[in-house]
Structures are given as structure tokens and as C-alpha cells.
């Protein structure tokens, strides 16, 4: 047993005798051997409650990571490697242990999609385009790079660009990774390149029957949508108890024969001038509307099923919270939305409550909270555990709150770019013709990051807001909005390109969490709307 480990024992020892009584786990410990290898998993488990392990052991990792790890559980000791100051995670056991650190001896732990590397070419590939300009990943990505990566890996869908110097290469299920791994690089820039299946999921809530993942042809795409909000119906004004941050806001499609609805969380309040507005997450509408329309896709009509996205969500869906229709969309900040994720930039639509009654209670918890911008938004990847969830910590109202509204530690692991690939199927140019101001358009960031305790399950999330301090967009310091919780995806647990069907669908609902991800916040909205 190493110094460090025994001295971690000996302050849980002394810490379990000032309070007097002994945790369960404590007492187990004690009756355990000092010997690694006749403990448990389970007893592993329970020595393992915090976000952070063996936190003051950092000065041993600039000698080498060989007597931290052997100071690790035997369980996970070799599901982690480390290399330039962080730590990757590939876990052998799908299930055990259930969650990881964050970190381990100070140094970050990244779970990333499980991947093969170097990927298995039948000749030898190409040289690093960027041997002379290697790429930090933890710093902002330039627009320059963005480009260059998609340029090169041609036909992919986006990437993770991981703090552990992995560029994980989205791929659609057709991409012919056996001739990409013998004629693109398996560096880039320094990092390791790898091709993953692209499984990303929402986070919403959905009901017991979920919208098919199928799609007509990008080229059949219908009109832009430039003017999509006409003026409808009022919503039924609020009567039940009034609402607040992080309860469930729903949309339901409208006359539909399935009554299907999609939850996820309330935001924020925002308002501009004096009118109030909810922030929810834009794949909860566009879900609960292609679900109305999977029928006529059914027999046949398959495009007026994405058409519906094209005209005025109000004629589709109503927005409910509390058993009551609340509200209508007042804009959105993905007019380019599709199936998920293509077309999202924000995942961000303004709902204008029905009532100022219902929602007068939908405060943020701090009084001086603004929008983080952009400098600090890349500057996250630099500095462990510095974002938070932002939600109620009422013990009464924990029935109705996030898991996480108990003190949650957040890490930020990279950043995931994403290809709007409606906008580049349907321009006339390629994509190496488009000058940086359309690049900009094409592109959408979220930031990636894991959270301890884990939602459980990673479902029913999505609009939780996230911030961290830093410089806000007004230019003072203090606590800023990082973005809104979106998507999760998941390790996968086993990445085969000949698997699909069943066989994939169990793997990676089997999978643990890799990571989540939030996108950034809209320059209007940042620019226009008070946090409330």
C-alpha cells in the first residue's frame, strides 16, 4: 500500500471518529484486508463516493503515473491510462464500477466513445497534414481548423475534439471506414484520429412511443424558414400552481391519435423590454411534431412529414407544464431544424408564457447571473470542475427537481463541432469553395463535459442551464450561463461497423455514459435578453 493511499485512510478514519459514528462503508472498510486483491467490487464501489480521487497526490504524477495507478482499485486499475495530464478511460465491464471519477490525482478522466487506434488499413496512410501546427486541444478551435477537418475527413458529420488529444471523426453508417483507414490520416495535428458511428442521443423525456430515426433524401428539403412564426391561438391561460426553474415543460402534438409528448426542463426566465419568455429546448417541439406526422409518412407521404418543421409550430404542438397549456413558441434559434441533430445551432426556442401568473416564480438562484462569453466559453477545456448546474435546492420540492439539484461537480472534457448537413447538401457550391463568413453558418459548438453524480437516467433533462464564472458578455466578471444540457453520448462499449440493428441498438443502451453536451448560446440572445 502506497503513502498516499494509507494517509487517505487515515484522515476517513478521523474523520469517522470526530463525528462519532462510523459510515456503513467505513465499517466495511474496516473489516476488509489491507490487501487490493481481496476486496470486492462492491467495497470498491463504496470507497469510491467522491468526484475526486486521490486528490493530493499530483505531485507524484509529475514522477510518472506507474504509483498512482497501482494505488487504484484492481477492479477499473487498467481501464485507465495516462498521457499529457489526463487521464483515458476504457472500461472493460459495461456495468462495474458504475461511474468513475472525475478526476484522479488532480489530472481530468475522459471517457471518450469507445474507439479503435490506430484504425486497421490495408496500406500504409497518409502523413499528418499539420506536423508543424500541432492543435491544443484544450484551447479555442480556430474557424480555419474547423474547416480544414471537415475538408479532410470529407463525408463526416462532425467530431469530438477530446482534452485527452483524441479528434473522434462522426461518421454516417454508409462511411467506408476499411478506405478510410488506409487513405486519411491517423494523425491530425498531433491528435489521434479515430471514426465513430454517430449515436448521439437527446436528452428528452419521451413517451412510450418514439419518433422513427428515418429521413427522406437532404435534397427534397422544402422551403427555408425565414418567416415561420405567424400569429395563433392563445394558449388556455395557467390555473394550477406556479412554475419554476428546472420543472418539466412539455410538447404535445396537436389531434394526434397517439398522444405522444416530449418533457424536458425550464431554463431560464429571459425577458427583452418587459416581456417575459421561457427558454426550451428546441428537439422537444420538432420531436413532438414529426411524431404527429409519422402517420402520413406511414402511407406514403414521407416528406410532409419534415415539411410540417417549415410553417408555424403553433399549428402542431402545445406547450404544457403542470398539467395546463402554458404557452406558445415566440422564436426559435434553430430555423434550419431537422431530425436531431441536423440543423440544431443552439437547441434554444423562446416559449411567451400564457400567463405572467404562472411563471412569476421562475428565478434564477443567483441575482447577478449573466451570459459567459466567448473567450471564457473556450477557455472551460483549461480548468477542472468550473461549470455548475444551475437548480432548485428546495428539499420540498425535490420530487420535481433534477437529480442534480444537490451540490453536482461538472467536468468539461472537449468540445463536439457539428456539420449542418441540410445547409451543405442544398448549396451549389462545395464545401471547399465557401469562404470563412458561410463556414460560420455551417457549423454549430457544444461544449462536452461529464457529471458527477451521474443523471440517472440521462433522460428528461434536456434545458437544464449550466454556468461557470468568468467574463460575462457584458464584460464583468462574475457567474455567467454556459449553455443548455442537450444531448448524451453514450461510450458504446464496442465500435464495429459490420454491427447495426439489435445487436448495435443493446450495445450502446448498455454502454455507460461517455459524456454530455451543451451548444453555445445564441449571440442574440445573449446580446438582447436578460436573465431574470
Same mark, same amino acid.
Given at each position: 500500500?502506497?503513502?498516499?493511499?494509507?494517509?487517505?485512510?487515515?484522515? %476517513?478514519?478521523?474523520?469517522?471518529?470526530?463525528?462519532?459514528?462510523?459510515?456503513?462503508? &467505513?465499517?466495511?472498510?474496516?473489516e476488509?484486508?489491507?490487501?487490493?486483491?481481496?476486496?470486492?467490487?462492491?467495497?470498491?464501489?463504496?470507497?469510491?463516493?467522491?468526484?475526486?480521487?486521490?486528490?493530493?497526490?499530483?505531485?507524484?504524477?509529475?514522477?510518472?503515473?506507474?504509483?498512482v495507478?497501482?494505488?487504484?482499485?484492481?477492479?477499473?486499475?487498467?481501464?485507465?491510462?495516462?498521457?499529457?495530464?489526463?487521464?483515458?478511460?476504457?472500461?472493460?465491464?459495461?456495468?462495474?464500477?458504475?461511474?468513475?471519477?472525475?478526476?484522479?490525482?488532480?489530472?481530468?478522466? /475522459?471517457?471518450?466513445?469507445?474507439?479503435?487506434?490506430?484504425?486497421?488499413?490495408?496500406?500504409?496512410?497518409?502523413?499528418?497534414p499539420?506536423?508543424?501546427?500541432?492543435?491544443?486541444?484544450?484551447?479555442?478551435?480556430?474557424?480555419?481548423?474547423?474547416?480544414?477537418?471537415?475538408?479532410?475527413?470529407?463525408?463526416?458529420?462532425?467530431?469530438?475534439?477530446?482534452?485527452?488529444?483524441?479528434?473522434?471523426v462522426?461518421?454516417?453508417?454508409?462511411?467506408?471506414?476499411?478506405?478510410?483507414?488506409?487513405?486519411?490520416?491517423? !494523425?491530425?495535428?498531433?491528435?489521434?484520429?479515430?471514426?465513430?458511428?454517430?449515436?448521439?442521443?437527446?436528452?428528452?423525456?419521451?413517451?412510450?412511443?418514439?419518433?422513427?430515426?428515418?429521413?427522406?433524401?437532404?435534397?427534397?428539403?422544402?422551403?427555408?424558414l425565414?418567416?415561420?412564426?405567424?400569429?395563433?391561438?392563445?394558449?388556455?391561460?395557467? &390555473?394550477?400552481?406556479?412554475?419554476?426553474?428546472?420543472?418539466?415543460?412539455?410538447?404535445?402534438? !396537436?389531434?394526434?391519435?397517439?398522444?405522444?409528448?416530449?418533457?424536458?426542463?425550464?431554463?431560464? !426566465?429571459?425577458?427583452?423590454? &418587459?416581456?417575459?419568455?421561457?427558454?426550451?429546448?428546441?428537439?422537444?417541439?420538432?420531436?413532438?411534431?414529426?411524431?404527429?406526422?409519422?402517420?402520413?409518412?406511414?402511407f406514403?407521404?414521407?416528406?410532409?412529414?419534415?415539411?410540417?418543421?417549415?410553417?408555424?409550430?403553433?399549428?402542431?404542438?402545445? $406547450?404544457?407544464?403542470?398539467n395546463e397549456?402554458?404557452?406558445?413558441?415566440?422564436?426559435?434559434?434553430?430555423?434550419?431544424?431537422?431530425?436531431?441533430?441536423?440543423?440544431?445551432?443552439?437547441?434554444?426556442?423562446?416559449?411567451?408564457?400564457?400567463s405572467?401568473?404562472? $411563471?412569476?416564480?421562475?428565478?434564477?438562484p443567483?441575482?447577478?447571473?449573466?451570459?459567459?462569453?466567448?473567450?471564457?466559453?473556450?477557455?472551460?477545456?483549461?480548468?477542472?470542475?468550473?461549470? %455548475?448546474?444551475?437548480?432548485?435546492?428546495e428539499?420540498?420540492?425535490?420530487? %420535481?427537481?433534477? %437529480?442534480?439539484?444537490?451540490?453536482?461537480?461538472?467536468?468539461? /472534457?472537449?468540445?463536439?463541432?457539428?456539420?449542418?448537413?441540410?445547409?451543405?447538401?442544398?448549396?451549389?457550391k462545395?464545401?471547399?469553395?465557401?469562404?470563412? &463568413?458561410?463556414?460560420?453558418?455551417?457549423?454549430?459548438?457544444?461544449?462536452?463535459?461529464?457529471?458527477?453524480?451521474?443523471?440517472?437516467?440521462?433522460?428528461?433533462?434536456?434545458? $437544464?442551464?449550466?454556468?461557470?464564472?468568468?467574463?460575462?458578455?457584458?464584460?464583468?466578471?462574475g457567474?455567467?450561463?454556459?449553455?443548455?444540457?442537450?444531448?448524451?453520448?453514450?461510450?458504446?462499449? $464496442?465500435?464495429?461497423?459490420?454491427?447495426?440493428?439489435?445487436?448495435?441498438?443493446?450495445?450502446?443502451?448498455?454502454?455507460?455514459?461517455?459524456?454530455?453536451?451543451?451548444?453555445?448560446?445564441?449571440?442574440?440572445?445573449?446580446?438582447?435578453?436578460?436573465?431574470?
Amino acid at each position: 500500500m502506497t503513502t498516499w493511499w494509507a494517509e487517505r485512510k487515515a484522515r %476517513k478514519k478521523e474523520e469517522d471518529e470526530k463525528n462519532g459514528t462510523p459510515s456503513k462503508a &467505513s465499517a466495511s472498510r474496516a473489516e476488509s484486508s489491507n490487501s487490493y486483491g481481496e476486496r470486492t467490487t462492491n467495497q470498491w464501489i463504496e470507497e469510491l463516493p467522491e468526484a475526486h480521487f486521490l486528490p493530493d497526490c499530483k505531485h507524484a504524477l509529475d514522477t510518472g503515473s506507474t504509483l498512482v495507478q497501482d494505488s487504484l482499485p484492481k477492479s477499473w486499475r487498467w481501464d485507465v491510462e495516462y498521457q499529457t495530464g489526463c487521464w483515458t478511460c476504457t472500461p472493460l465491464e459495461i456495468e462495474t464500477p458504475e461511474q468513475f471519477p472525475l478526476t484522479i490525482a488532480g489530472a481530468p478522466v /475522459v471517457l471518450p466513445v469507445e474507439y479503435q487506434w490506430p484504425p486497421m488499413g490495408g496500406v500504409n496512410p497518409p502523413p499528418d497534414p499539420r506536423p508543424s501546427a500541432p492543435i491544443d486541444c484544450k484551447a479555442a478551435v480556430p474557424l480555419e481548423v474547423v474547416r480544414d477537418i471537415f475538408l479532410t475527413f470529407e463525408g463526416s458529420l462532425g467530431f469530438y475534439l477530446l482534452i485527452n488529444g483524441l479528434l473522434q471523426v462522426i461518421v454516417p453508417e454508409d462511411f467506408d471506414t476499411a478506405w478510410a483507414s488506409s487513405h486519411l490520416p491517423h !494523425k491530425y495535428g498531433g491528435l489521434k484520429v479515430c471514426f465513430i458511428s454517430q449515436t448521439m442521443e437527446a436528452t428528452m423525456l419521451p413517451s412510450t412511443t418514439e419518433t422513427t430515426k428515418t429521413k427522406p433524401p437532404l435534397a427534397s428539403q422544402g422551403p427555408s424558414l425565414s418567416n415561420l412564426f405567424r400569429p395563433s391561438r392563445s394558449a388556455t391561460a395557467f &390555473s394550477g400552481p406556479t412554475l419554476r426553474l428546472n420543472d418539466y415543460i412539455e410538447a404535445r402534438p !396537436k389531434a394526434n391519435h397517439r398522444k405522444e409528448k416530449y418533457s424536458g426542463r425550464i431554463g431560464l !426566465k429571459v425577458t427583452k423590454g &418587459s416581456d417575459p419568455c421561457l427558454i426550451m429546448s428546441t428537439h422537444i417541439i420538432t420531436e413532438a411534431i414529426l411524431a404527429k406526422s409519422h402517420r402520413s409518412a406511414i402511407f406514403g407521404r414521407g416528406r410532409d412529414r419534415f415539411e410540417k418543421l417549415d410553417i408555424d409550430w403553433n399549428e402542431h404542438v402545445e $406547450v404544457w407544464a403542470g398539467n395546463e397549456k402554458i404557452g406558445t413558441v415566440a422564436k426559435t434559434f434553430d430555423e434550419e431544424a431537422d431530425i436531431y441533430p441536423n440543423g440544431f445551432h443552439h437547441d434554444v426556442t423562446l416559449i411567451k408564457p400564457a400567463s405572467a401568473a404562472s $411563471v412569476k416564480d421562475i428565478l434564477s438562484p443567483m441575482a447577478d447571473l449573466g451570459w459567459l462569453n466567448r473567450k471564457s466559453w473556450n477557455s472551460l477545456r483549461q480548468h477542472p470542475s468550473t461549470v %455548475k448546474i444551475l437548480g432548485p435546492t428546495e428539499v420540498h420540492r425535490s420530487a %420535481k427537481s433534477i %437529480k442534480c439539484s444537490r451540490p453536482s461537480e461538472i467536468l468539461v /472534457v472537449g468540445e463536439g463541432i457539428f456539420l449542418n448537413q441540410t445547409a451543405a447538401a442544398g448549396n451549389s457550391k462545395s464545401l471547399k469553395d465557401h469562404d470563412m &463568413s458561410i463556414w460560420k453558418t455551417l457549423i454549430s459548438r457544444a461544449v462536452l463535459y461529464r457529471v458527477y453524480p451521474d443523471f440517472d437516467p440521462p433522460s428528461g433533462y434536456s434545458g $437544464v442551464a449550466l454556468y461557470a464564472d468568468g467574463t460575462r458578455e457584458d464584460g464583468t466578471p462574475g457567474p455567467g450561463i454556459v449553455g443548455f444540457q442537450s444531448f448524451v453520448q453514450r461510450s458504446g462499449h $464496442v465500435q464495429n461497423f459490420n454491427m447495426e440493428g439489435p445487436a448495435l441498438d443493446r450495445r450502446l443502451q448498455l454502454g455507460r455514459v461517455a459524456f454530455y453536451g451543451a451548444f453555445e448560446v445564441p449571440e442574440e440572445l445573449k446580446r438582447e435578453y436578460t436573465i431574470v
